[in-house]
């Protein structure tokens, strides 16, 4: 019914405002919220009971959970808690993805009903940017947290959290504005001019 209700707000633009009422985006937001923070509380009372041994130092730029797993597996094997990290966290990840995959796909279908070339053009033309932000930001999360503590090549790890926490953010609003018409002319002059 929610994703539904959601779907049905972006293919009737004109319907938008009685369909995304406040209450129902209120409902949206505390649904995420409180999801997002009971998903992960489970994986995140296994590693507060893992043993850590030795340094406790973390090769990696934050305390994360791949980082942590790999630490406490020095220690003894914990084969079932990768597993259930790993395991939780995919389900989250592709779920998340194949809803945002399943609202473009309507979203796309909406979009070829348009009488006009240009109007589809131009849709489709937002749509590629937030589909390119959406699959940098995840292919970089599924990189980091689908298997966790799975031993990644050296510097493999580092290279993910820094891509998805630094680059990510940082490459998204070039990609939003290289296809504002501003901009590429702005860009052209520039480029052009050099």
Wanted: hydrophobic share 45%; proline share 6%; aromatic share 14%.
């Amino acid at each position: 019914m929610r994703s539904h209700k959601a779907s049905d707000a972006i293919c009737r633009p004109l319907q938008y405002a009685t369909i995304m009422t406040t209450k129902f985006c209120s409902s949206l937001i505390i649904f995420c919220w409180v999801y997002g923070f009971l998903w992960f509380l489970f994986p995140v009372t296994l590693v507060t009971r893992l043993p850590f041994c030795g340094p406790n130092v973390t090769d990696d730029f934050l305390c994360d959970l791949g980082p942590l797993l790999a630490l406490a597996s020095a220690c003894v094997p914990i084969p079932g808690t990768v597993l259930i990290c790993g395991t939780m966290s995919s389900l989250l990840i592709f779920a998340t993805v194949f809803y945002i995959i399943g609202s473009y796909t309507l979203v796309l279908r909406a979009v070829m009903q348009l009488p006009s070339a240009a109007g589809q053009k131009k849709a489709f033309s937002t749509c590629s940017s937030h589909l390119a932000v959406v699959f940098l930001f995840y292919g970089s999360v599924m990189l980091k947290y689908v298997s966790p503590g799975s031993g990644q090549a050296e510097g493999m790890q580092k290279f993910t959290t820094l891509f998805s926490s630094v680059l990510t953010p940082f490459f998204n609003p070039m990609i939003y504005s290289l296809w504002n018409k501003e901009m590429k002319d702005a860009l052209s002059k520039v480029l052009g001019s050099s």
